[in-house]
């Protein structure tokens, strides 16, 4: 499995921007399907964004359609979340997750589907 590191996070107001990035060790994040998580005080682990082994599939939480963007640069091992229009209700701690034993490229949905995680970087969102 591949390590995962989260950076980019911060305090935002409502209305801005934000980027993400997840650096990852190892040759085979190439191969890995991965996606973002967000998790609320109080609240269940939200899958908000995945994407394929090659960058041309992706999927969005309803919730973050629209304002946000997955990425990912296989040469640099890194993959990205752009968020934008923030709204207070994206408060969280944001994980990067690599699927598990890549996923055969296809990006996690459910904890289950994880078999990295990042140790999470927090956004907040100020109204």
């Known amino acids: 499995q591949v390590q995962l590191v989260e950076s980019g996070g911060g305090l935002e107001q409502a209305g801005g921007s934000l980027r993400l990035a997840c650096a990852a060790s190892g040759r085979t994040f190439s191969s890995y399907g991965m996606g973002w998580c967000r998790q609320a005080p109080g609240k269940d682990r939200e899958f908000v964004a995945g994407i394929n082994w090659r960058g041309r599939s992706t999927y969005y939480a309803d919730s973050v359609k629209g304002r946000f963007t997955i990425s990912r640069d296989n040469a640099k091992n890194t993959l990205y979340l752009q968020m934008n229009k923030l709204k207070p209700e994206d408060t969280a701690v944001y994980y990067c997750?690599?699927?598990?034993?890549?996923?055969?490229?296809?990006?996690?949905?459910?904890?289950?589907?994880?078999?990295?995680w990042g140790q999470g970087t927090q956004v907040t969102v100020s109204s």
């Open positions: 997750a690599a699927a598990r034993n890549g996923g055969a490229g296809y990006p996690p949905r459910i904890p289950g589907d994880v078999g990295s």
